[in-house]
């Protein structure tokens, strides 16, 4: 989802939850991020409630879990060029299962918002099944899900670490840079937009 479907910035994050509680984006990136509590937000090893609960415990401040999940989560921007790219193969036919490390706070911002993964037939999603890429589980899980042998999926993803995990379990993997490059790789799989 992230830099493929949707673009990012983790900084902006930091910014603007530190907005909330009077620290520096940089306090809040050793917070969250250094510290690994995002990645266990993701994983789905902590829940809303209780991300909420640590954040004002350790922030020292009284914060609304909605404006928490906006300040974590109002970071995206669509990838425009993606949407007739996903329209076309659905027309096609061809299965549409999106493949994400995600918090509920963003993957429900982004559903609400941009209306584009509502293009997809399934979703595995980190914090559902508690483990993020390039974890075996999430790998797994998507195998379950795609409804066809691994070497008949492709699979894309913007972390050259993930493509290579996903090779590992048999899917047909390439590295996501533009939308233009996508179109190249599927062109060489027989299917051209």
Same mark, same amino acid.
């Given at each position: 989802?992230?830099?493929?479907?949707?673009?990012?910035?983790?900084?902006?994050?930091?910014?603007?939850?530190?907005?909330?509680?009077? %620290?520096?984006?940089?306090?809040?990136?050793?917070?969250?991020?250094?510290?690994?509590? %995002?990645?266990?937000?993701?994983?789905?090893?902590?829940?809303?409630?209780?991300?909420?609960?640590?954040?004002?415990?350790?922030?020292?401040?009284?914060?609304?879990?909605?404006?928490?999940?906006?300040?974590?989560?109002?970071?995206?921007?669509?990838?425009?060029?993606?949407?007739?790219?996903?329209?076309?193969?659905?027309?096609?036919?061809?299965?549409?299962?999106?493949?994400?490390?995600?918090?509920?706070?963003?993957?429900?911002?982004?559903?609400?918002?941009?209306?584009?993964?509502?293009?997809?037939?399934?979703?595995?999603?980190?914090?559902?099944?508690?483990?993020?890429?390039?974890?075996?589980?999430?790998?797994?899980?998507?195998?379950?899900?795609?409804?066809?042998?691994?070497?008949?999926?492709?699979?894309?993803?913007?972390?050259?670490?993930?493509?290579?995990?996903?090779?590992?379990?048999?899917?047909?993997?390439?590295?996501?840079?533009?939308?233009?490059?996508?179109?190249?790789?599927?062109?060489?799989?027989?299917?051209?937009?």
């Amino acid at each position: 989802m992230g830099n493929v479907l949707v673009h990012f910035s983790h900084e902006q994050m930091c910014e603007q939850i530190g907005s909330l509680c009077g %620290q520096s984006g940089l306090e809040i990136r050793q917070l969250l991020i250094h510290s690994g509590r %995002q990645w266990d937000f993701e994983r789905g090893l902590v829940s809303p409630d209780e991300f909420h609960d640590w954040f004002e415990t350790t922030t020292g401040s009284r914060v609304a879990m909605k404006d928490l999940a906006v300040a974590a989560s109002d970071i995206f921007t669509l990838n425009t060029p993606i949407v007739p790219v996903l329209d076309e193969l659905k027309s096609r036919g061809h299965r549409l299962v999106l493949l994400s490390n995600t918090s509920i706070f963003h993957y429900e911002f982004i559903r609400d918002r941009f209306q584009v993964l509502n293009r997809f037939d399934d979703y595995v999603l980190s914090f559902e099944v508690q483990a993020i890429k390039p974890e075996p589980e999430i790998y797994q899980a998507a195998l379950a899900k795609i409804g066809c042998p691994p070497s008949e999926c492709f699979y894309t993803d913007d972390i050259p670490q993930y493509i290579k995990s996903g090779r590992e379990y048999g899917l047909d993997a390439e590295v996501f840079t533009t939308v233009d490059s996508l179109k190249l790789q599927l062109a060489s799989r027989g299917i051209s937009l």
